[in-house]
């Protein structure tokens, strides 16, 4: 089944990788609950990118690991150089991200995702912002997902369908009654 109520959010997806396309890259965060959708979504767009002829890379901030360490993770997707990405995850001296920016940044017609972004702490979603301000003037987009706003980019924020989109879900599966029951809960 293919996604139900988000057509205007996955034309705002479609719309950032025209522009990456056209060499205005930047970021959407999709922001919402747990459940509503965002993981989807990104998927979407990664297919969207796909189709389009991007190069796709993505990832997940895993909650309680160092926020760097999924960017670590897309610049080795990506193919760059093990001691960009040993700097780094290298806790030891202050943090230069000005080698792994630009290689984030880089490439024609990329779409980097990151999966639950705010999971990683303040030093993700930094790093997210460094990106964001590399893309102005290249073709690589970002999307991102967060429980809430990061001030990052444009956000596309997530609510729950309205009865008729959960409807064309769930269809034969229940009355209409139970229908609304479940949109109501």
């Known amino acids: 089944m293919g996604l139900v109520g988000r057509s205007a959010e996955v034309g705002e997806l479609a719309a950032l990788l025209d522009r990456a396309a056209a060499g205005f890259g930047g970021v959407i ?40 360490l999924v960017w670590a993770g897309l610049l080795d997707d990506l193919g760059a150089d093990p001691e960009v990405t040993r700097a780094l995850l290298d806790e030891s001296g202050p943090l230069d991200t000005t080698m792994a920016v630009r290689l984030l940044a ?36 970002v999307v991102a997902t967060a429980a809430t706003s990061l001030g990052v980019g444009r956000d596309l924020k997530l609510c729950g369908l309205c009865e008729r989109d959960l409807a064309a879900i769930v269809g034969e599966m229940a009355a209409a009654g139970q229908r609304h029951a479940v949109w109501v809960a």
């Open 29 to 68: 965060t999709l922001v919402g609950a747990a459940g509503s959708g965002k993981s989807a979504l990104a998927a979407e767009a990664a297919a969207l990118a796909r189709d389009r002829g991007f190069e796709v890379a993505g990832g997940s901030a895993v909650r309680g690991r160092p926020g760097r």
């Open 106 to 141: 880089a490439g024609t017609r990329r779409l980097i995702v990151v999966d639950d972004v705010d999971a990683g702490g303040q030093e993700a979603v930094d790093m997210l912002a460094l990106v964001a301000a590399r893309l102005v003037t290249c073709s690589t987009a």
